[in-house]
Every structure is written in C-alpha cells, then in structure tokens.
C-alpha cells in the first residue's frame, strides 16, 4: 500500500503467530484477524493494545466462533488470547435480530407512536447494543421484549448521561430522541464512532441542528436539548446507512424533512423504507 491506504495488495499465507492491534478505535480489526486465526499455520496469539472499545463485538466473535467448534483462549481478558491452529465445523447456526437495527426501530415506536409492534427471534449470542432497553429505561421508556416487542412511551422523555464507549452504533438511535426529552442527552465516551463508515459525531450535529435540535458537539460525544420549535430540513446521511435511517425516523417525527443516499440501507436494513411505510410514514425515493 502506499502510506497504509488502499489500494493494498495481500501476498500470503498467512503463517501465524504473535501480534499486537490498537483496540482503542474499533473491535472490528480484532474481530477480522480472530476469525482468520485457526487457519493459519502457528495459530495466533494476540495482543490487544490500549483500552478495547466495543467489547460485546467482540465477546458476540468468540461465541459464534465457538458455535462452529472454534475455541478462542482467554490469557488476559479484552488483552490478550491464544487461538491456536483448528477446523471450523459445519453446524445449523441460527442468525438472532440485529440490536442495532432494533435500537433505530425502537426510537422510531417511541417518537411516532407507542402502538407498533416489532416481531423478532432473539437468538443467544452476546448483543451489546441490547443495553438501548437500559437507555430507554432511564428515559422513561417500558420495553416489552416477547415475541412482539413493544414500548409505553411518556408524553415527554427525561434526560440523561449515556455511556456508548461499548455500544457505538447506538450513537444515531439515541440521538434523535432528543427530539422530545425535558432535559438534554448526554452522549460520551464514543469518539471512536468518528471512524464508523463516517464521522458520525460531525454529522448528527451538523444534521440535527438543522431540524431545531440544540447541539454541542464534543470530542467524544454530544449534548442534545430537545427543540423549541422543530422544523423540516433536507438532512445529509453522506451515504451512512444507520445515518439514514436516524434523520428518516427523526424527519417522520417533524415533518418535511428530506434525506439523502436512501440506497446506503442496503448495506443492514435492505427493506427500512418498505417496513417504515407499512407503518404509516411516507418515506418515498426521489
């Protein structure tokens, strides 16, 4: 590669070892090398450098690694493991909803109208972003998880200090909520979600502004007073699928909003616009 950018050429194999990766902006880099480590000659041993942020990520890789009869040795928890040289298995392995995509649907409940239903199978792996029913219960938000998954929302929401340093992707969902809180949405601890597939930080403070949200923006996260007097806007998602779906659900709320890049949900949530109309919006492509 020329100065650690693509294009890059890979010439293996790989052959194992040990190696130390920065966990201090995303666990995926983790993840990646974790998954191609019992293929490799040696087995890995690797070490994890600095604070790991993200950590259920990572905990939901060495379960369904294990499902497929892969063991991941702990030496030093989020530090340090040992994975050495092995076949995965054939197996029948059970794909669980995304929390991810679930916290978004969740908001849109609470911000819409606490009549919706969301049909889900949970599955067993590890869900980080399964602490939004946390948030939402600090917000003063009732969350039915059964087969239907359903809210009782407040006329108004409270406020609140949020902690995403392991649940980044929550950044959008939580975001947008501050559309009818009575006191402001505190969101730190997440400066790695600036290296998401954009700076997602800028953005919703760019972005939300627009539609009357109070923003400031910190290095590490967002302070978000609820708007006096919401107003529609053209909202940029710069091609951001979680992004796209906040400003869609936040633009349902308001009213005459727009968003660009629609396409982008195809990247984890290919029928958002189709599930959003059946609720009642009127998301249409332009």
């Not at 400066?191 to 502004?209: G, M, P, Q, V, Y």
């Not at 029928?271 to 109309?277: A, K, L, R």
């Amino acid at each position: 590669s020329t100065d650690g950018k693509p294009p890059i050429t890979v010439k293996g194999k790989i052959q194992g070892g040990e190696v130390s990766i920065s966990g201090a902006i995303s666990s995926q880099f983790i993840s990646a090398l974790m998954i191609a480590s019992p293929k490799t000659e040696k087995g890995v041993i690797l070490n994890i450098e600095g604070n790991l942020v993200s950590k259920p990520y990572l905990d939901a890789t060495i379960a369904t690694m294990k499902k497929f009869g892969v063991n991941v040795n702990t030496i030093n928890p989020y530090k340090k493991y040992n994975i050495p040289k092995q076949q995965y298995n054939p197996t029948d392995f059970t794909v669980p909803y995304d929390f991810s995509s679930m916290a978004l649907l969740l908001s849109a409940a609470i911000l819409i109208g606490d009549t919706m239903t969301i049909s889900a199978s949970g599955g067993d792996l590890p869900q980080g972003d399964k602490e939004m029913i946390t948030h939402l219960e600090k917000l003063g938000v009732k969350v039915n998880l059964d087969d239907k998954v359903t809210v009782k929302t407040p006329p108004l929401l409270n406020g609140g200090r949020f902690d995403l340093s392991n649940t980044p992707d929550l950044l959008p969902a939580l975001a947008i909520l501050a559309l009818k809180t009575t006191k402001p949405i505190e969101i730190y601890n997440v400066k790695h979600a600036r290296f998401k597939e954009t700076d997602r930080i800028a953005i919703l403070a760019r972005e939300l502004a627009k539609i009357g949200i109070k923003v400031q923006e910190k290095e590490d996260g967002l302070i978000l007073e609820a708007p006096k007097n919401p107003k529609g806007a053209d909202l940029d998602s710069s091609d951001d699928h979680r992004l796209f779906m906040a400003f869609c659900i936040a633009g349902m709320f308001v009213g005459g909003c727009s968003v660009t890049d629609p396409e982008s949900v195809n990247v984890s949530y290919p029928t958002f616009i189709e599930d959003m109309n059946k609720i009642g919006a009127k998301i249409l492509s332009i």
